[in-house]
């Protein structure tokens, strides 16, 4: 048995129960490790919160008791995201057109909509998870926006190529305005749905509805906008999950300030 | 490491239970609670701040989170990591306030990264002053696993990370402690046998 190994044995081992023989026999003969498990088995007396304490807290958890309703199911959360997906996807569709969609390749169209499926898929079960504290993550809530900009960002490039284009910003400033006026709206209508569990971590959640209302808008775009120029998807169509994230995260922080404030009631 | 009362979730009796009580508003499952879960919940803030005064603010404020917040419990899911994520918010939040205030008492440019030395009220081992001097996101794990007593996967859902991210913490915190206990004396009866 190595160190390492030790450490896993450690780690899951609880209380000072005792060692596995080949746990024992490492530990016989490594003083380093015979160091650490002594230390750690010793039984501290580490001191406890006061009788009084205890019975102050009581006496306030008790004096405010009322019946809660616990959250819905995450599999509710999951079909209404979804729905709002296809619901707003369909309709922008519609209201716009279905221009981009006729012009691109079917690779194009595998890699961007798998992409942006995959994306949606793994936001809504993280924004879920945010909603219950102490829930499995597969990916930390804190980098998972991060990671789907950058894998949205990598696909982009990977499959659009650069071409001439002469109102660059006229063009551009017309699609983020269609992705943004799908996405905000959506934005909002998750953060109705995740308000309820997004005390904890509100700019965390946040982020993830703004990163999910993007996706919603870029989904938008990309089937109603013809222009496959790199740097036009990149900049304005991109852009619009950039900024519904950061909108998100600003919303989150103004609910968490605003809760704050209005919770300032600790003692 | 573990007293009786810093037990995981298989020995403290239904805690889901009280905790789905609690939720209906029976006073007695919260009263239940607060007993049970405080003891090992003081433990991780006076072990995370190495303060008596902060963990006992901190214990009040964790409470009354948890009672703000009992809603976002699901019946049926382990109770302890449910918990432990609102005490981390609570201790994030307590130090983010405290550096706020220090910065305003002391206009210091720059603050320490881990929590003030430790009173001297002779309460203290050596052991949470080796673990003081641990990096915050391994401190915390070292403190759930060994002195809370939950396990890996619990931790994992505690931190809002993976079983592989703890595992690999409690590594580095463990190689940290071997590298601080070979150049910190050692307490009395350390270096001789293990039980086994």
């Keep these: 048995m190595t160190c390492r190994q030790m450490d896993n044995m450690i780690s899951s081992r609880s209380g000072n129960s005792p060692l596995p023989p080949e746990a024992a026999e490492h530990v016989a003969g490594c003083q380093r490790c015979n160091t650490l498990v002594r230390l750690l088995d010793e039984n501290i007396e580490t001191p406890s919160p006061s009788h009084e304490q205890l019975k102050r807290i009581q006496a306030a958890v008790i004096e405010d008791i009322s019946p809660v309703r616990p959250l819905p199911p995450a599999r509710i959360f999951l079909v209404a995201f979804a729905l709002i997906f296809l619901s707003v996807v369909i309709v922008g569709s519609i209201r716009l057109g279905v221009n981009g969609w006729e012009v691109l390749r079917m690779e194009q169209k595998i890699a961007i909509f798998a992409t942006l499926v995959a994306s949606a898929v793994v936001l809504a079960l993280s924004m879920v998870r945010q909603m219950v504290p102490g829930s499995k993550h597969a990916v930390s809530p804190t980098i998972l926006p991060i990671v789907i900009l950058v894998a949205l960002l990598l696909v982009i490039v990977a499959v659009f190529r650069s071409e001439q284009e002469s109102a660059f910003v006229m063009n551009g400033v017309m699609c983020m305005r269609n992705g943004l006026v799908y996405s905000i709206p959506t934005a909002l209508l998750f953060w109705m749905l995740l308000r309820r569990g997004a005390i904890l971590f509100p700019k965390l959640v946040g982020a993830a509805a703004g990163g999910f209302a993007g996706l919603i808008g870029l989904s938008v775009l990309e089937i109603n906008c013809p222009n496959l120029n790199e740097y036009h998807v990149l900049v304005w169509h991109w852009g619009v999950i950039l900024i519904s994230s950061l909108a998100g995260v600003a919303l989150g922080a103004v609910a968490e300030y605003i809760d704050r404030r209005k919770n300032h009631w600790i003692s | ?196």
């Excluded at chain 2, 981390?88 to 206009?107: F, G, M, P, W």
């Excluded at chain 2, 403190?143 to 592989?164: D, H, Q, Y």
């Design chain 2, 1 to 196: 490491m573990q007293s009786g009362e810093s037990a995981s979730a298989s020995t403290i009796p239904d805690i889901e239970q009280l905790m789905k009580q609690y939720q209906q508003a029976d006073p007695a499952a919260a009263a239940a609670l607060v007993e049970l879960l405080s003891p090992q919940l003081y433990r991780f803030f006076a072990c995370q701040m190495g303060s008596r005064t902060h963990a006992e603010d901190m214990l009040q404020d964790v409470w009354l989170r948890i009672h703000r917040v009992r809603h976002t419990y699901r019946p049926g899911e382990p109770l302890l990591p449910w918990v432990y994520a609102i005490a981390r918010c609570v201790r994030v939040d307590s130090y983010r306030k405290r550096q706020r205030i220090l910065s305003h008492e002391t206009a210091a440019d720059v603050l320490p990264e881990r929590p003030a030395p430790k009173e001297k009220t002779g309460t203290f081992l050596p052991f949470e002053e080796l673990v003081a001097s641990l990096p915050e996101s391994q401190r915390e794990v070292l403190t759930m696993l060994k002195v809370n007593g939950l396990s890996i996967e619990e931790v994992a859902r505690a931190t809002s990370t993976t079983v592989g991210g703890v595992k690999q913490k409690a590594h580095r915190a463990y190689e940290r402690l071997r590298k601080l206990l070979d150049q910190a004396p050692i307490p009395q009866g350390a270096r001789q046998g293990v039980a086994q």
